[in-house]
């Protein structure tokens, strides 16, 4: 159909008339079907249906500065564009889910206020085919996914307003330092948004973070609460007090050293003054301390900070390089601190060499520590101690397992607890084991309360002349339900100290002693140690020398075998102490001093019946009478025990009499003197004479 049809002019000259009709009809079609180049003002020149530019562009527009001129691309992207996913699967999306870019205030769409073009993961979206709207909800025909990024742009009397969702989302901190969206696309960032990553190197490693996007000099870049971008910098916001170590870059494959992202996450977390250290499942390469400031100092640890991770089998720090370093530094120069937990990860140097050669853990070398706990944590194969404690109270370590620590250059121990300047004092080891030490397993000096309970140490000190176990200058502390398999040396030395503290009040229970070398006793006191007792515990192998040897100046030092039947052990050295129970020696006892029986006190005839319950009783007779007989004593409990009874008084006459009862004599003996007395070894049913003293 043509756009204008004029008639002919059928005779050989028209009439004014008639070329003035087709004159008004092109007049009529210019003024009212044709846009104008330049129209005349107040003409209209406006379009009455779509214009198909059949794939040709329009050039050369102006920048929009009116609610309905045209956009660009280069106008796009010149402005303030806040992109974000879409949060859940659904076709709605209300307006008030939007929030503007930076500067602009919140949208708010009016009824009468059309929506000037959306866009669909950067494709243009068609109202009334791909969309519909209201006043207040854009609802898609098309469900939407939760990948999908929607740009809304809509004019208002103030301008033109970009409106999106909330966040910026980038997959790595690497794409947001390039300002690379998950759609490959680039924005400029500015200050205010807020921004997210999925990722820290790679998309899901666990190092996922919010940022807030802020000026440049803000903080300093530690590649996790302050990292630099292109003149600005993002701040991490860490809304929970968990920090990751994978936040601030740590390679949890153990390919690239990951020391300084590890400080750097400590050292965020003590800025704060609390917060956990999580170390996520992992290997962990690392080159120093973990612990350290700027300076190389240890860090001012606070009240309740912890250390995290997910399992000595699954989170391991191993070496990256050699370190003398102390790996982890727990210490404050201003005040005493305390009250956190460090659990859950292994300390790994596997290699021939031990490239750490500094102590794994160190406690309270300015200021004491109180009430931390170490849980669930393998050690293995450090040059120096597991555990240095040096100041430090009702503390524990529990569940912790030490392989090959300690140093015999240095002469330093895996449990070392060094009171000599400090205050080491309530440390509970409960299930605590230790194997191939290269010094002492544990030393301790001038501490007191260490309670040892339950666990292992095996293979102990493989330097000749040291002990598995050196307790110097300790009181009052307990080894209770320990196995110490084999030792070069002793199991366990009590000794004074260099300030000349001695070991007194403390207990060994329940404890089983294996193999020793060369002449070692099992347990030694030494210098002063005193009321030390060792009781219900089990000597078994090739111990060489004594199972208790007291060679202490101290008294009241006590080897008690009660509760325990029959309860065999090698040669016994005791100078000036009492054995109580029942003991039975395989070898030889040996008595600096004496070997005293317990007094039982005094026993009365009844019915010719005594009960003993010790190895020395006085007898007197029933009522008091001036003679009665003795025929049946009751109590034995082991064959071999020894029995000596004399009479209680020289005025009353006790008789003993041969075969009435269970006493088995050369004869009936008359005992009428205190002096009086009469030795019986118990067979396991009869006493039977072995002496008798008439005096």
């Given amino acids: 159909m043509a756009k204008i049809t004029l008639p002919d002019i059928a005779a050989q000259f028209a009439s004014a008339a008639a070329l003035n009709s087709r004159f008004q ?138 409106t999106s969702q909330s966040d910026i989302i980038f ?66 916001v860490f809304p929970l007090a968990t920090t990751s170590i994978l936040q601030f870059g740590a390679d949890k494959d153990g390919v690239l050293d990951s020391t300084e992202a590890i400080r750097n996450c400590a050292r965020f977390i003590v800025a704060r003054g609390y917060g956990d250290l999580y170390c996520p499942s992992g290997t962990y390469a690392i080159s120093g ?81 109180i009430d931390a706990l170490f849980s669930d944590i393998t050690i293995h194969r450090p040059d120096a101690p597991a555990f240095r404690l040096l100041s430090c109270t009702d503390s524990g370590l529990e569940n912790i397992y030490i392989h090959s620590a300690g140093n015999t250059t240095n002469l330093e121990s895996s449990l070392l607890f060094d009171a000599s300047s400090g205050d080491v004092n309530n440390i509970r080891l409960d299930n605590v084991h230790v194997e191939n030490q290269k010094y002492h397993a544990l030393h301790a000096i001038d501490a007191s309360n260490i309670n040892w309970i339950g666990g292992k140490t095996h293979d102990g000190a493989d330097t000749p002349n040291i002990s598995g176990n050196l307790l110097e200058g300790t009181a009052s502390s307990k080894i209770i339900g320990v196995t110490f398999s084999t030792s070069n040396q002793q199991h366990i030395v009590l000794a ?8 007194d009040g403390n207990i060994i229970d329940g404890c089983s002693f294996g193999n020793t070398n060369g002449t070692a006793s099992a347990i030694r006191l030494l210098g002063a140690a005193e009321n030390n007792t060792i009781s219900t515990c089990y000597f078994k ?15 009241k030092n006590v080897f008690n075998v009660d509760n325990v039947s029959e309860v065999s052990i090698p040669d016994i050295r005791i100078p000036g102490f009492t054995v109580t129970s029942s003991v039975s020696v395989e070898g030889n006892v040996t008595a600096e001093g004496y070997v005293a029986v317990d007094n039982g006190g005094e026993l009365t005839i009844a019915a010719g019946v005594i009960t003993a319950t010790s190895s020395y009783h006085t007898v007197d007779t029933e009522g008091d009478a001036a003679t009665d007989d003795l025929d049946t004593i009751n109590g034995g409990v082991d064959a071999g025990q020894l029995l000596v009874i004399s009479p209680q008084s020289g005025a009353r006459d006790v008789v003993a009499k041969d075969g009435v009862g269970n006493l088995r004599l050369s004869a009936d003996f008359t005992m009428s003197g205190v002096n009086d007395t009469l030795t019986l070894f118990y067979t396991g049913v009869t006493w039977n004479e072995l002496s008798r003293s008439s005096n």
């Fill in 496 to 503: 004074d100290s260099a300030a000349l503290n001695s070991s």
């Fill in 289 to 369: 301390g973990l612990l350290q400031d700027g300076g190389g100092n240890a860090l001012e640890w606070q009240w309740g900070m912890s250390i995290t991770g997910e399992g000595k089998r699954t989170t391991r720090f191993i070496p990256f390089s050699a370190t003398s370093d102390v790996l982890f530094d727990f210490d404050n120069t201003s005040s005493s601190f305390g009250y956190f937990t460090v659990r859950g990860f292994a300390v790994m140097d596997d290699v021939g060499t031990s490239l750490f050669t500094g102590d794994v853990f160190r406690v309270g070398t300015t200021n004491v520590c």
């Fill in 541 to 555: 192998g090739d111990i060489n020398g004594n199972a208790a040897d007291f060679a202490s100046t101290g008294t």
């Fill in 171 to 236: 997959n790595t901190v690497a794409d947001m330092i390039s300002g690379t969206l998950t759609n490959g696309r680039v924005i400029i960032l500015t200050v205010g948004q807020t921004v997210r990553t999925l990722g820290y190197t790679t998309e899901g490693d666990g190092g996922d973070n919010t940022y807030e996007i802020v000026g440049s000099g803000t903080g300093i870049d530690n590649g996790g609460s302050f990292i630099d971008l292109n003149a600005l910098q993002a701040k991490g």
């Fill in 25 to 162: 009809e092109i007049e009529d079609h210019l003024n009212d079907l044709v846009l104008y180049r330049e129209n005349p003002e107040g003409e209209p020149n406006a379009m009455g249906q779509i214009l198909d530019m059949n794939g040709y562009q329009i050039a050369n527009l102006p920048f929009p500065v009116a609610p309905t001129d045209a956009v660009r691309l280069q106008d796009l992207e010149s402005f303030d564009v806040t992109l974000a996913v879409v949060p859940q699967s659904t076709a709605r999306y209300e307006f008030s889910d939007f929030t503007v870019g930076s500067g602009s205030t919140t949208f708010t769409k009016d009824a009468d206020q059309a929506v000037g073009l959306l866009y669909l993961n950067g494709v243009f979206q068609e109202a009334g085919i791909d969309y519909s709207y209201t006043s207040t909800v854009i609802t898609f025909l098309a469900e939407l996914l939760p990948a999908d990024v929607i740009h809304v742009i809509s004019g208002n009397d103030t301008g033109l307003q970009v």
